[in-house]
Nanobody
Framework: QVQLVESGGGLVQAGGSLRLSCAASERLSNINVMGWYRQYPGKQRELVAAISSREDIEYADSVKGRFTISRDTAKNTVYLQMNSLKPEDTAVYYC????????????WGQGTQVTVSS
């Protein structure tokens, strides 16, 4: 069972930056996707950004040009650099891993609050 530990959330003023980190407790398979979702109160989680083991990257339109996802495979860690933050980025951010090792399994982090004040 892969455990995901997130860090880096907090309170920041609009226009500021935060960096989220998510470390997996064990080495992932060669086929995996690491990503970040966010959830607004009363809403479903939505994809923010994802990066595959082949370094294919996807961003939500709302964060393109402001957020950058990256990974350190040796450290089993994914990062989300968030710049030019807006109040509408305020949400709980969840780390997500899809890991294929004979079967596809999905894992979630515990969530970290990001609050952007205007």
């Amino acid at each position: 069972q892969v455990q995901l530990v997130e860090s880096g959330g907090g309170l920041v003023q609009a226009g500021g930056s935060l960096r989220l980190s998510c470390a997996a407790s064990e080495r992932l398979s060669n086929i995996n996707v690491m990503g970040w979702y966010r959830q607004y109160p009363g809403k479903q989680r939505e994809l923010v950004a994802a990066i595959s083991s082949r370094e294919d990257i996807e961003y939500a339109d709302s964060v393109k040009g402001r957020f950058t996802i990256s990974r350190d495979t040796a450290k089993n860690t994914v990062y989300l650099q968030m710049n030019s933050l807006k109040p509408e980025d305020t949400a709980v951010y969840y780390c997500n891993v899809l890991n294929y090792d004979h079967s596809l399994r999905k894992y979630w982090g515990q969530g970290t609050q990001v609050t952007v004040s205007s």
